[in-house]
């Protein structure tokens, strides 16, 4: 019975140590996306022992963000207590901001081609007149 046990403590053990890593090592691609897998590592990490709060798993998300997202982590970070905040409303937040982001680059690559539309039919007309 006890080898039975300490086989199983060290495959949790091993386990653990291999979800940790992944945990650690996690990157930010999408906010939706990113944090699926964050939340399914983290829940996987529990069912192994792990001892893990929200605000470990905040604290880590908002570690691994992007660049792009560096003034909304700095605005979260000091206008919310990190102990009181939950997942869902930084998830939230962030959808929120990268929503905009998208937008406004939706909205600049717009002008951009419309621009150039612009300068190029109008010298075509231009050398044909």
Known sequence: MKQKYQGTTRVKR????????EFEVLQMKGVDEYFARTLTIANKMKVNGEKMNQTVIIEKILRSMTSKFD?????????????TLTIDELQSSLLVHEQRMNGH?????QVLKVSYEDRVGGRGRGRGG
């Open 105 to 109: 680059r939706s909205g600049e690559e």
């Open 71 to 83: 003034y909304v982590v700095c605005s979260v970070e000091e206008s919310n207590d990190l102990d």
């Open 14 to 21: 091993a386990q653990l140590q291999a979800l940790r890593r």
